[in-house]
């Protein structure tokens, strides 16, 4: 799948987001190692620490269906700046692939390219539970 597709895929996820509360909805687009795709979108919460970022929704329909070798990662938002993923997710994300690459994709179709690397420097992974 191109770039350009992964981020679409991302983008229209957005009219299916559950944002009541900040009315700022996100959608992403998972590409795994074997050409799968799996969207997500967040869905917000009154409570909002229940609240679930698009991009933990991909990942968790992903792994429900057998999939944990990523490769991509788009996240949409529907803004003139670029939206990176929050650092739970981050750190989620590093679980499953370290040399993830994430685009990130504005209302004005620009793609700016992150490695997860960058995103999340000092990361924590199962080699720092070697106390």
């Known amino acids: 799948m191109t770039r350009e597709a992964l981020c ?3 983008w229209d996820m957005l009219e299916r987001s559950y944002a009541p509360y900040s009315r700022f909805r996100v959608g992403a687009a998972l590409e795994c190692a074997d050409g799968s795709v799996f969207t997500g979108c967040n869905v917000e919460n009154a409570a909002y620490s229940p609240s679930l970022c698009a991009e933990r929704v991909a990942v968790g329909k992903a792994v429900s269906e057998g999939h ?3 490769v991509r990662l788009a996240v949409a938002a529907d803004t003139d700046d670029f939206t990176t993923p929050c650092g739970v997710c981050r ?4 679980e499953f692939a370290p040399d993830l690459e994430v685009l990130l994709y504005n209302r004005r179709g620009e793609i700016k390219v992150l490695p997860l690397r960058q995103l999340l420097p000092y990361s924590f992974d199962s080699s720092s539970l070697k106390g």
Do not use: I, N
């Not at 750190?91 to 590093?94: A, M, N, S, T």
């Open 8 to 10: 679409r895929a991302a």
């Open 68 to 70: 944990r070798d990523f």
């Open 91 to 94: 750190q989620v994300l590093w």
